[in-house]
């Protein structure tokens, strides 16, 4: 449950863990076990850049839509 519901939070939205943690209710630390598990079967993209939620400039995570081809 947690994996699916941070996967659509992050879904092209870059967010920090700490927005990430505050909008899913999940522990910071728990966000980032479930990006373990979001990694293997999805591209987790790790950057600095700015967070789309709190405008703070960190580490942001988010995964890109896969692409239909």
């Known amino acids: 449950m ?3 519901l941070i996967t659509a939070l992050i879904l092209d939205r870059p967010l920090c863990v700490a ?3 505050a909008k899913s209710l999940v522990r910071p630390e728990q966000v980032i076990e479930v990006f373990e ?3 293997t079967a999805l591209v987790l993209r790790t950057e600095t850049d700015r967070c789309l939620a709190c405008g703070t400039t960190t580490t942001v995570y988010s995964i890109a839509r896969p692409r239909l081809s």
Do not use: E, P
């Open 37 to 39: 598990v979001i990694s």
């Open 2 to 4: 947690d994996a699916a």
């Open 19 to 21: 927005c990430i943690a």
